[in-house]
RNA sequence: GCCCAGGUGGCGGAAUCGGUAGACGCGCUGGUCUCAAACACCAGUAGGUUCACCCCUGUGCCGGUUCGACCCCGGCCCUGGGUACCA
């Protein structure tokens, strides 16, 4: 029999949607593995031979797990509420909803010829009502929700309630946007429009005036996340800086525990780092300047620093334009200039501010401050240097060891006073943390390091501030001012925002005239007559946060996940996807799943246990050469000769760098009548390794690669290519070899002409040597993700086999292979007279004894140079060998080098030496 | 600027513990089969020198440790990623 892949796949993949060989149910009995992939966002192009990369390594570690006997929930769905449907919808006026089901529908049928092992039972898609309830649902918690941090939990905004009913602020160390002082009087006789608004400032999902990345182009505000370089991820458009009303998440409350959660995860040390830097804890000082306001009072001007040791060198202040005092800090004579400034500072874009970072500009407001240790007056400056986001937009400004300070001072010639030992303070400022202090009082000739720790102190004791940790991280921006996306569970009485019952969840997403905003700039949702709630939607991560939860127990009505199904499947052990998501859906998810963990509603902190990022697959563009203002083109080796135009050619007429020329001429019209100057009789391509995108005609579909080899051989190459972390070109060069492999496998069982071959003979002793080398190094790359070499084992493996029918050998080979290449070895375990599904057999053991080898090789001196060549018995004696050894004198230093007093002979490594 | 990862043949990449560098695959060269081609199979393939054996050089660059370094240490160069007037 002919190894018939399109045949033997289609069948398997009906037997096993039939057979429902994947599904998975709760089994106590067994231990649970939980593998994930990121699910994608079902986009209109399809999928790429990029995006299975991913979901190939994840499900043959499924695969290979349910093969050790554990009951491994492996679900995938879809991310389906978001931008780029919507787009199309405004473009087309064809409903997001429809455009989505119809793409889920291309991604489905493309994913099935794969043969993944995915209990599609358990599919969500985060656009359904049924699953989007339950990220209402959550939402509605957060609303109802503070965080405490004496107790390092979310707890019900009740309990604050009742505090501040008894108490007021008094005790309350809680979150929250803004510091607030009042009495339980003072509370009990606010209105309730007050009280609202003063709960907001604790709420974990609350509403605020912020400052806010606008997109004008998308209609919409964006997340941190999705902003980058001044530009939005998705589409490129300009965003800027505008101050809003906003629902926002109070991500930042958890920013320590997410901190700390880092260490205990498996995750890849720079993931961790990303993650780390996002957040970006900083230890320093809060201190309080004494300001002169313009109208002569006296106030106490709040600044944030790292350094506290430099306060002697403080020489002026600086704060952001945007500050809320500048107005009552500028004095009449500089009002005309400030206002200018502050007016120049609002129409520089975020790009422009971004771009002209060494462009020194400012203004002084005419207020001095005092430095509270040199008692010295000091000028109170506005520049856009200083951010509002962070810190306290006010910093103490330190030109000798600071250098956008010092950058500053040079430009408005202000005194630069060093406190610290060393550098050239002519070229610039000496930043560094180490030295002795000078010119500092009490600090003087102390290390930098003790006096920041004696600074801290100090500033404490005389009240002028305290220790302080500072975070980079922001709140999360929660609304957008779209369509497709979960509508709010609230309504408005007046300003206050009313949440929704939650049995009468889900919310649905009604039905509007246009996808557009409206005239005067509201979202689409405005569009609906007698819509009485919030009409923005909630952001494309609000969907994805939890969905790993959902898979757990995807069809119960009552919760998000059922206790049972929580309890047994716990949290995602294995999660894979790209690294893109860093610092958007990684932080989203685990702040979610640990303010689901505070209201004991899921009982893990920590969403996913171990995460693999795999590398992005770019593309390997070809190109052709046209001789200039001619129809002919000509070979690559041959363009020398030529004045060529080079123009990219669409990869899959290209095979091997050789172009298909019937096939090009029929590729557009105007090479209709193409001519070749071909080499050797075959014309030569160009190439280039770049991203792949349709305008480079570099995109490769995992369709085509099945329908040509077979999906067994597309898995299988996929893992072929290199390591699955890091970033490789896809090249379709090598995959003949593994083709070739797979066909060579097939052949142990059908031999060369076709017949059934295997037979019941016992195994050699090198057979069963290869055998078990294969099984231990398999095992071993699987469990590290070492995919690539496990393929080059399997491929030394048949080579070495040779024509061997043994059924002894060909079982315990056919499962191990089984997760790479699930259908041809299902099609041969059945043939051997199996009854069940490979994917329930049992992955065989390796036997220590086969592994040893029964001679090894000894270095030897030749010619004055040591070599690994000499073959001894194994039980060959220290001493024979030795004799053997021409005492050379580098082979004398070699025995006193390592002075051995045994020598431990091991096969693999030949020798082992025991000081 | 700071942080992280990496740099090995014509190409993708191996070398898991400091012990024969280049596994495996692609490509290339030669051969077998064939009227011929394709497929398949066999052999060779880091570079230099050589008929060949030998020998010499070789894991980004310079230096160090070691009997021995792709691997450890110090300094530099380059590539990729993250982040950024973050006080």
New binding site residues.
Partial sequence: MEYNFKEIESRWQKKWKEDETYRVNIDKKKPKFYVLDMFPYPSGAGLHVGHPLGYIASDIYSRFKRLHGFNVLHPMGYDSFGLPAEQYAIQTGQHPAKTTEQNINHYREQLDKIGFCYDWSREVRTCDPKYYKWTQWAFLKMFASYYDNQKNCARPIDELVAHFKEKGTNGVDAACTTQMNFTAEQWNSFSKERQEKILHNYRLAFKADTMVNWCPKLGTVLANDEV?DGLSVRGGFPVEQKRMKQWLLRVTAYAQRMLDGLEQLQWS??LK??QR??I?R?V?AQVFFDVEMADHSTRKLEI????PDTIFGVTFMVI?PEHKWIHELTTNEQREEVEKYIEQTKKRSERE??S??K?V?GVFTGAYATNPFTGKKIPVYAS????I???T?A?MAVPAH?S?DYAFARHFSLEIVPVVEGGNLEESSYDAKEGKMINSGFLTGKDVQQAIKEMFAEVERRGLGKQLV?Y?LRDAIFSRQRYWGEPFPIRYDGEIAVPMDEKNLPLELPEVSEFKPTQNGEPPLARVEGWKYETSTMPGFAGSSAYFLRYMDPSNEDCLVGKEANQYWRNVDLYIGG?EHA?GHLMYSRFWNMFLYDLGYVCENEPFRKLVNQGMIQGRSNFVYRVVGTNKFVSLGLKSQYETQEIHVDVNIVK?DILNTEAFRKWRPEFENAEFILENGQYICGWAIEKMSKSMYNVVNPDYIVNEYGADTLRMYEM????LE???PW?T??I???H?FIR?FWRLFYGKTGEWAVNDERATDAELKILHKTIK?VG??IENF?F??S??AF??CI?TLGECHKREILEPLCIILSPYIPHVCEEVWHAMGHEDSICDAKFPLYNEKYLQEDSF?YPVM??G??R?KQTYPLNASVKDIEQDIVLKP?AQ??LE??APKKIII?PK??I??VK
């Fill in positions: 980058k040390e720079s780092e990303i830097n996002w970006g900083s320093g944030f620093t790292t350094r952001a501010r971004l002209e970072t462009r500009s856009d240097y200083v951010l986001g962070y810190g937009g910093i600071d956008r500072n980079r690294i610092t091997n072929f290519l290199g390591p890091q970033s490789k090249d060069n090598g003949d070899g593994v070739k060579r190094k071993e790359d070492s690539n070499t393929v080059a491929m030394i080579n090789e030749v010619n140079k040591l690994f580098e230093r070699w080098g390592a091991v490594k030949i082992n030496i």
